[in-house]
């Protein structure tokens, strides 16, 4: 049914931007893009055992307040006098009791506009399961952007849904955390699969008034088999709206996602906390100064360690540029294909750092109702297509809760292995995958169909000695293990370098004074990591 689509003008392009280009995501000239950070927050991690009296006394001489406390990770949430973020954070940085102070940074939800015109063919009814090329791609005639014309696909250049879903549709009990702009669980296509809505952002509602989320919720999980809408990859998995991205600049001007730091790290945490099993984080940026978050860094270390597999989308600039949470070595980073099973024209990519690849252009999914202008309870229900990572993300999200139900008990790390191990290396016409990732495109039904789990990740021991030479601050890093490829090597969360994997590693941290340094190495582009080891000045 034609009123069931989203008919604007244009479509919006859900794409991860680390800076908006001009006029970039529907701002009117004149409209300034949004700040990297709050200006009047800041993120604070103090040392273990650190005295109550110590802490008061430092946030008293910076003028702050403590907002909110992270205590599973040590991290306080201040709010600081505005315009005071730089000053702030040297005057922590100089207090011995203090492991990090850093922005509560912005990470943007961009929506930019793309020209195509959204009309369903007609003669299908209300399933739309044969638009949906990124689960079964049947070369079926589709809308091209460029051409204007309904331009064939590339036969099986796909995931494999309907093979998967003979091997597991997953369950009920397993539950997949929306982190991102909310979800509207009324629509017909979610309707009974939100477990619950919760809000950790500066918005008044918990409702999805960009459409993001929704759309990304549908692509992992909208109700299936049910003759309405879409198929969701995790057909019988359900999910939680743990609202992380607002509104910016207000509900009323709503042509950006804003998703703060602080509340990233709220919802990575009440998601680990609370029996979520997958995590699906469609929002990042690049690095800067103070980039990656230390804070959201322990974040993603205390959700995994919880059990939950995490994924995120890799970002939309056509580079290797890394992009944060996606880029943390916890995470599986996803970059997006096409029809064709090409690298989309948008995807990041980096096989030092992207996991694996999915489908994420014109990606067909449940939009919120309002878009269409039918009411919220609408039996037909609104849908958009919608290009970017950030819908690439959430089909591995979805074969990952697919993934848990099949094999019952298996851990994050295994499950994480499936998923990757299985991914095709070689697309539908002939494409080298880790050309641009580290594994390859998804496929779910290999991934279901593993003869024996995956090994378990190789041990790396790493120890770090400090020393000075005329006064400069430097550290020597030693580590053993089994790790195949090249190595991260991380100083407080941040990705110092990638180098071979021989053992060594001379940091050069050419400072003076006092200073407290936190070590990892990883294998990159997996979860295989080292134990933390910690220089102290």
Known sequence: MRHAVFLAPFVAACLLLAQPPAHAG???????????????????????????????????????????????????????????????IALYERNPNVRYAEPNFHRPLILPT????????????????????????????????????????????DIDAPEAWDLSRSNENTKIAILDSGVECTHVDLLGKCVEERNFTASTTTADLLGHGTHVAGIAAANTNNGKGTAGVG????????????????????????????????GLMYAADNGYRVANMS??????????????????????????VLVAAAGNDYATTRHYPAAFPEVISVAA????????????????????????????????????????????????????????????????????TRYAGITNVQ?????????????????????????????AHLALTADNPPPPPATITLSATGYKVKGQQKADLQWTGSAAGSMDILRNGSILTT?????????????????????????????????EAVVVF
Not at 123 to 148: C, F, I, K, P, R
Not at 356 to 362: C, F, L
Not at 372 to 393: F, K, R, V
Request: glycine fraction near 10%.
């Open 337 to 404: 294909t096409d029809r064709h099973d090409n690298l989309a024209y948008f995807s990041s990519f980096g096989s030092s750092w992207v996991s694996v690849a999915a489908p994420g252009h014109d990606i067909l999914s449940a939009y919120p109702n309002v878009a269409c202008s039918i009411p919220p309870d609408d039996p037909e229900g609104c849908y958009n297509w919608l290009s970017g990572t950030s819908m690439a993300s959430p089909h591995v999200a979805g074969l990952a809760a697919l993934v848990l």
């Open 235 to 266: 057909w019988n998995a359900r999910i939680g709206s743990l609202k992380v991205c607002h509104e910016w600049p207000s509900v009323d001007f709503p042509y950006l996602g804003m998703c703060d730091v602080a509340d990233s790290v709220a």
């Open 283 to 308: 929002y990042g940026s690049d690095p800067d100064p103070y980039s990656p978050s230390q804070a959201e860094s322990d974040a993603i270390k205390y959700a995994w360690s919880k059990g939950v």
């Open 114 to 157: 793309e020209g195509r015109d959204p009309m369903l063919p007609t003669g299908l009814g209300t399933e739309y399961l044969a638009l949906q090329w990124g689960l079964n791609n049947t070369a079926q005639a589709l809308y091209d952007v460029a051409s204007g014309a309904n331009v064939t696909g590339t036969l099986d250049a």
């Open 415 to 443: 499950a994480r292995a499936y998923i990757e191990n299985s991914a095709n290396a070689q697309g539908a016409l002939g494409q080298n995958f880790r050309a641009w990732v580290r594994y390859g495109r998804i496929n």
């Open 26 to 88: 529907g701002l009117p000239e004149g409209v300034p893009p949004p700040p990297r950070f709050a200006p009047d927050q800041l993120l604070v991690a103090f040392k273990p055992g650190t005295a109550g009296a110590q802490i008061a006394q430092a946030h008293a001489a910076a003028g702050a307040q403590v907002i909110k406390r992270f205590d599973a990770i040590g991290v306080q949430l201040l709010a600081i006098p505005s315009g005071a973020v730089e000053a702030s």
């Open 499 to 531: 180098t071979g994997n021989d053992g060594a590693y001379t940091d050069p941290i050419n400072r003076t004074g006092g200073g407290s340094y936190t070590y990892r190495v990883c294998e990159t582009g997996t979860a295989t990591c080292s134990n």
